[in-house]
T-cell receptor
C-alpha cells in the first residue's frame, strides 16, 4: 500500500510565525487532501490538491506529484491554527491513506 | 445544516455489549466510509460503500458490521465490544462525479470508550 510520511511530527511556534509542513508519499496518486484536526477532534478539509498550488487566505498548499511530495504553508500563525495536520492520499474516491500527522502548537 | 452527521458523539459502554453508530450525509454523495482513529491519532479505513454496495472491507474483526440502508446512510454495528475497540470512529462521504468529486468530507466523529 501507499506509504505516507509527514514531517515534522511536532512543531511549536510563536503566534505570527510562518510554517511549512511536508508530506512525502511512495506511489503515484490522483487524490491528495490536507486536513486540520482541531483540538475538539473535528477533521476540517483544507485542500484537495493532487497536483499544483492552491491558496486559501493564510494557508496555501503545493503538490509536486512527479516528485511525490506535498507542502502545506501556514503564514502569520494564530492560536486557532493549533491542532494536528494530516495529509491523506488515494485513487479516485477509494480509501484515503493518512499520514501520521504534524502536531502544531501556536503559543500566544 | 451539517453535511455528514454521526450519532452519538460519545458512547461509553461495558465490555461485551453491542452498540451501533449512525451516519447520515445530505450532500448527495454516492460513497460512504468508516475510519477508525486510535489513541495515537492514527487514522485508518475500515469500510467503504458505493451506492449501498460494500467496496472496501479492510482487515476488521467480523464483530464489526456496516449496514447501508440507502446511499445517504451508513451505520456501524459492533458486537461483543472489547477494550481495544475504544477509539474515535469517523464517517465520511464523497462522490465519484461532479465538480467536487473524490473529495472526502468527514463527520465530527464518535468517541467510543469501552470499560
Amino acid at each position: 500500500g501507499i506509504q505516507v510520511e509527514q514531517s515534522p511530527p511536532d512543531l511549536i511556534l510563536q503566534e505570527g510565525a510562518n510554517s511549512t509542513l511536508r508530506c512525502n508519499f511512495s506511489d503515484s496518486v490522483n487524490n491528495l487532501q490536507w486536513f486540520h484536526q482541531n483540538p475538539w477532534g473535528q477533521l476540517i478539509n483544507l485542500f484537495y490538491i493532487p497536483s499544483g498550488t492552491k491558496q486559501n487566505g493564510r494557508l496555501s498548499a503545493t503538490t509536486v506529484a512527479t516528485e511525490r511530495y506535498s507542502l502545506l504553508y501556514i503564514s502569520s500563525s494564530q492560536t486557532t491554527d493549533s491542532g494536528v495536520y494530516f495529509c491523506a492520499l488515494g485513487f479516485g474516491n477509494e480509501k484515503l491513506t493518512f499520514g501520521t500527522g504534524t502536531r502544531l502548537t501556536i503559543i500566544p | 445544516d451539517t453535511a455528514v452527521s454521526q450519532t452519538p458523539k460519545y458512547l461509553v459502554t461495558q465490555m461485551g455489549n453491542d452498540k451501533s453508530i449512525k451516519c447520515e450525509q445530505n450532500l448527495g454523495h454516492d460513497t460512504m466510509y468508516w475510519y477508525k482513529q486510535d489513541s495515537k491519532k492514527f487514522l485508518k479505513i475500515m469500510f467503504s460503500y458505493n451506492n449501498k454496495e460494500l467496496i472496501i472491507n479492510e482487515t476488521v474483526p467480523n464483530r464489526f458490521s456496516p449496514k447501508s440502508p440507502d446511499k445517504a446512510h451508513l451505520n456501524l454495528h459492533i458486537n461483543s465490544l472489547e477494550l481495544g475497540d475504544s477509539a474515535v470512529y469517523f464517517c465520511a462521504s464523497s462522490s465519484r462525479t461532479g465538480r467536487l468529486k473524490n473529495i472526502q468530507y468527514f463527520g465530527a466523529g464518535t468517541r467510543l470508550s469501552v470499560l
